[in-house]
């Protein structure tokens, strides 16, 4: 017995509403993972079916939990930066721009121009591929197997490569520091990606050629795991799926952090909130992503890409506390600080997009098909690095 | 956007009895924050939420801080409709041992529900009025709160038995034999 009686649930307009059973059978209860291909790492989902409809589910998380916040309170400020790379470990950099902003909160440090111009430029990069993958592990569980997800891993892998020029890493980059990046970017790294950018709006067009028109996937995703805007917010759901279901809030926009006040480019939403259009608002961004890189590469100044006067080993903040966030690819990134002015933060947390966007899990796949668990699973787009930490 | 005393005056006009405590943040951050007394806690957050002009609609961030001589909960609110934010607020239990309860704002945000659990489970708030609150990261039998900063793990965490007595016994010769010989010393050859 895995998930116990079914009890009514407690009274309360935000929580999922129970589904009504058949009555002409006993329900099957299934754990789905932690192994099952789809979860994209370890993670359990308990579902109750009645036939093959889903009467509960039950999140179950932990599988990859190493306490990650406990680590980064034995340690120096500068000593979490690589550890941050593990978090959402398709996402390095995004990671790194949060806790560095974090801390520039904290100490005040300011970051030269160059610096912004070339985090922005990294965030856009570790979005659009993040998007990319995404929709291709997305097409990969509705079936289409391999062929989009290795389209999509291809133009990763000219984006990794920057990375790795760039940082010396595909993936655990550790580039960022307290007032800037650890290295500059040479004319050729940047004259590379200007050739790379060219080429992805390209393959936007032709990913979307591929995908949109297919019946298929039309049918698997429109409709399917909606959720609406008024829960989205109350369950503090961020990122892409937020705005799939037709709320305006890219912080971005919002806190423009960095430089993102000076850049052009929209906001994309969608009316539905379901699976289709998360999955087509991943891709609008996509193109919205290759409009800030556009800009971010004929603007970006010359100068120093660390500020000459920031420390980053071994600061001690003056006592205090600051919460920094950032519109990672995946939603609000967000890490809270507080400094007893030792050499290791007294709290170090991370606020984790992927966990948090989970929590309406249930509510969108109640009454639906248990095939249909897979994509609306899928279409949240977690990293089980960051929801376990 | 209001100050945080503005909000605080705000606050006791429309919740006659509200304490409410300012919390000043000397870092350049300059995020000030609230401290509500707990009994008064969830008046004060439905009426953040639902207050025309604060709107305090998404709540971003949950988490816990241990103290030397209490547990703390930290939220921080933004208003996804008015686009301000963040609002900090806060709540101290009475002590870190008996004492640990706070009431829970998963009613009021949902987005509380698993940060609360996670607050429950590394740091050992009780959140009266949760309406799930089990450990959401450790398994279900673990006893402690690893978070809490006189957290100790077990000298026996990873304990595995081994199956054959016979293969501690070898172990335990090739331990001795280690000893006794000269390249334990795993550093680069000198001559």
């Known amino acids: 017995m895995i998930l116990g009686k079914i009890k009514k649930r407690p009274?309360?307009?935000?929580?999922?509403?129970?589904?009504?059973?058949?009555?002409d059978g006993e329900l099957l209860e299934v754990a789905m993972g932690p192994h099952h291909p789809s979860t994209h790492g370890v993670f359990r989902m308990d579902v109750a079916l009645d036939g093959e409809r889903v009467i509960k589910l039950r999140p179950v998380f932990g599988y990859l939990h190493r306490n990650h916040e406990k680590i980064g309170e034995g340690q120096s400020y500068l000593a979490s930066m690589p550890f941050t790379d593990r978090l959402d470990y398709m996402c390095p950099l995004t990671n790194n721009w949060a806790y560095a902003l974090a801390v520039e909160k904290l100490t005040g440090q300011a970051v030269p121009e160059r610096a912004e111009y070339l985090r922005v430029i990294l965030g856009e990069l570790t979005r659009y591929q993040n998007h990319a993958s995404s929709i291709g592990f997305l097409t990969q569980e509705m079936g289409a197997s391999g062929t989009p997800l290795m389209y999509a891993f291809r133009e990763r892998e000219k984006i990794l490569d920057l990375f790795e020029e760039l940082t010396g890493a595909r993936m655990m980059v550790n580039y960022m520091r307290f007032g800037g990046c650890r290295v500059d970017a040479s004319e050729g790294w940047l004259d590379r990606t200007r050739k790379v950018v060219a080429g992805l709006g390209r393959f936007t067009d032709e990913f979307e050629r591929l995908l949109r028109s297919n019946a298929i996937l039309m049918v698997r995703t429109q409709g399917v795991g909606r959720l609406s805007a008024e829960l989205a917010v109350n369950a503090g759901v961020t990122g892409p799926m937020l705005r799939a279901s037709g709320v305006n809030y890219d912080i971005r926009k919002v806190d423009g952090y960095g430089i993102y006040n000076r850049f052009n480019f929209r906001v994309p939403l969608g009316d539905h909130g379901d699976v289709y259009d998360r999955f087509m608002i991943r891709l609008l961004e996509m193109r919205e992503s290759i409009k800030i890189l556009e800009q971010a590469l004929k603007d970006i100044p010359g100068g120093p890409v660390v500020d000459p006067?920031?420390?980053?080993?071994?600061?001690?903040?003056?006592?205090?506390?600051?919460?920094?966030?950032?519109?990672?690819?995946?939603?609000?990134?967000?890490?809270?600080?507080?400094?007893?002015?030792?050499?290791?933060?007294?709290?170090?947390?991370?606020?984790?997009?992927?966990?948090?966007?989970?929590?309406?899990?249930e509510d969108m796949c109640l009454g639906s098909d248990v095939a249909d668990v897979v994509l609306i699973f899928g279409s949240v787009d977690i990293v089980l690095g960051e929801v376990d930490r | 956007m209001k100050t945080v005393e503005e909000i605080k005056s705000a606050i006791e006009a429309a919740i006659p009895g509200a304490a409410v405590e300012i919390v000043l943040n000397p870092s350049p951050s300059g995020q000030h924050s609230l401290r509500l007394a707990p009994e008064s806690a969830y008046a004060v957050a439905k009426f953040l939420r639902d207050d025309a002009e604060l709107k305090l609609d998404f709540l971003s961030n949950a988490t816990g801080v241990d103290w030397p001589d209490s547990l703390e909960a930290v939220y921080h609110l933004y208003s996804v409709e008015k686009k301000h934010g963040p609002v900090i607020i806060r709540m101290k239990t009475v002590n870190r041992t008996d004492q640990v309860e706070l009431p829970s704002l998963t009613p009021i945000w949902r987005s509380a529900e698993f940060q609360e659990r996670e607050i429950f489970d590394l740091f050992g708030i009780v959140f009266t009025g949760h309406p799930d609150l089990r450990r959401l990261l450790m398994w279900k039998n673990f006893k402690d709160h690893p978070m809490r900063k006189d957290y100790r793990e077990p000298d026996d965490f990873e304990w595995e038995p081994t199956a054959h007595d016979e293969v501690l016994k070898r172990a335990e010769a090739q331990r001795s034999r280690d000893q006794g010989s000269e390249i334990r010393d795993q550093g680069p050859a000198t001559a």
């Open chain 1, 11 to 23: 009274k309360g307009w935000n929580r999922p509403q129970a589904v009504a059973e058949s009555g």
């Open chain 1, 309 to 361: 006067k920031a420390k980053s080993r071994g600061i001690r903040p003056k006592s205090g506390e600051a919460y920094g966030r950032i519109e990672a690819p995946k939603g609000e990134l967000g890490f809270y600080l507080i400094s007893d002015g030792g050499a290791n933060p007294y709290r170090y947390r991370i606020r984790p997009p992927s966990l948090i966007n989970l929590t309406v899990l």
